[in-house]
C-alpha cells in the first residue's frame, strides 16, 4: 500500500474491487477467516510437475496401465521390459520410449505396479482379466482406467 496516494502498489485503488485475473496473480491469503489446507497432489499432477508435459505425463500412465495388464496376464510382475513386450504384443522401442516416460513423470518409483497397489486399481485388473480371459478385451477396458490412475492421490 502506497500511504502517500492511498493506491496499493498492485495496480488497484483502495476499496475497489479486484478482477478475476487480479485475485489470480495475488489471491487472498484467507477465505472466510479460514486459512486454506492444501489437498495432496494427484499423480497427474505429480507427472506434470517433473515432466511439464501432459503427453509424456499420460503416456506414463498408459504404461502403468498396460504394466498392471501385463501383472494380471502373468499373475506376477514382468522380469523386464521384453517380457512386457513379449506379452503386450508390443514393439520394444515403443515400449522403451513409455518406460523413459514413466522414469521421467516419476522417478522415485521403479515400477508401475506399487502406484496401481495403492490406487487400489490392481484387485479391479485381476478381477477384469478373470472374467474376460482375453489380453485384448482386458485392454479395452482398462483403456479409460489411465484417468482413473491419474486422478487418484499419489502416495508419495
Not at 27 to 40: D, Q
Not at 84 to 90: G, H, P, R, S
Request: aromatic share 8%.
Amino acid at each position: 500500500m502506497d500511504r502517500t496516494s492511498g493506491n496499493d502498489t498492485r495496480g488497484y485503488r483502495r476499496g475497489a474491487r479486484r478482477s478475476w485475473c487480479q485475485l489470480r496473480a495475488h489471491p487472498p491469503a484467507r477465505l472466510g477467516g479460514v486459512a486454506r489446507r492444501k489437498r495432496p497432489a494427484t499423480w497427474a499432477e505429480v507427472g506434470y510437475m517433473n515432466t511439464r508435459s501432459m503427453r509424456t505425463t499420460f503416456r506414463a500412465l498408459t504404461f502403468a496401465i498396460r504394466w498392471a495388464a501385463c501383472c494380471a496376464e502373468l499373475k506376477r510382475e514382468p522380469e523386464s521390459v521384453d517380457e512386457f513386450c513379449e506379452v503386450m504384443q508390443e514393439a520394444r522401442r515403443t515400449a522403451f520410449r513409455d518406460q523413459q516416460a514413466f522414469r521421467q513423470a516419476f522417478p522415485t518409483e521403479t515400477t508401475p505396479l506399487r502406484m496401481i497397489e495403492v490406487t487400489g486399481l490392481k484387485a479391479r485388473f485381476e478381477e477384469l482379466y478373470r472374467r474376460l480371459q482375453d489380453l485384448g478385451r482386458v485392454e479395452a477396458q482398462m483403456a479409460p482406467m489411465a484417468f482413473t490412475l491419474g486422478a487418484a492421490t499419489a502416495d508419495l
